[in-house]
């Protein structure tokens, strides 16, 4: 039972977690701030968060769930929708995306369009309920976080966070200012 403690400490405290752990806050800070930001800057921060997300959580290592894995969710509907709503507008006309359709989506056609503020906010609830659970500071309940945040990252959140990264990819690179005058766009920063 104390080497199995120990295990569980070593991996809840290891730095890739911690570094994760960390990034993950980063992220739902940063979108639940957004008030602060502007459109231009909102695709730079982004892009630079949703990246950090993706490369550490890859770092993390894998664990197993415990008997009693299941994390309370902490994202509301209402939260979650401030957080589309308010990307959307930042975004404007640039939040929508075309991308293949996936296998068990209803739409035949090779391409569907999607958004990126629905990406974004869906990453959002998954990291923020990860967060939540992790904060608390009792080690099995931050295992059972670190192994569902894992499980819904290959599952479906890892997806769509690179759609979304994606997307943000090519307004950067674009010079794409959302809040300029359409057909101005500015060079990269």
Request: glycine share 8%; with cysteine.
């Amino acid at each position: 039972m104390q080497q199995e403690s120990s295990s569980l400490h070593d991996f809840v405290y290891a730095p890739a977690m911690v570094d994760f752990v960390t990034s993950a806050n980063e992220y739902c800070q940063f979108l639940e701030n957004l008030q602060e930001v502007e459109g231009r800057e909102f695709i730079g921060q982004a892009v630079r968060l949703l990246s950090q997300v993706y490369a550490r959580v890859l770092l993390t290592g894998d664990t197993e769930p415990g008997p009693d894995s299941s994390v309370e969710p902490t994202v509301t509907e209402q939260d979650w929708s401030a957080i589309y709503r308010r990307i959307s507008m930042l975004l404007g006309q640039y939040n929508d995306y075309l991308r293949p359709a996936e296998e068990h989506e209803f739409d035949r056609s090779d391409l569907v369009t999607h958004t990126i503020s629905e990406d974004m906010a869906d990453v959002y609830q998954e990291l923020r309920d990860f967060t939540g659970s992790y904060g608390l500071g009792l080690e099995e309940l931050m295992n059972e976080a670190a192994w569902e945040v894992k499980e819904r990252f290959g599952e479906h959140w890892g997806g769509k966070l690179l759609h979304a990264l994606n997307a943000l990819h090519r307004l950067y690179v674009e010079g794409v200012d959302p809040e300029g005058i359409p057909g101005e766009e500015q060079g990269v920063e």
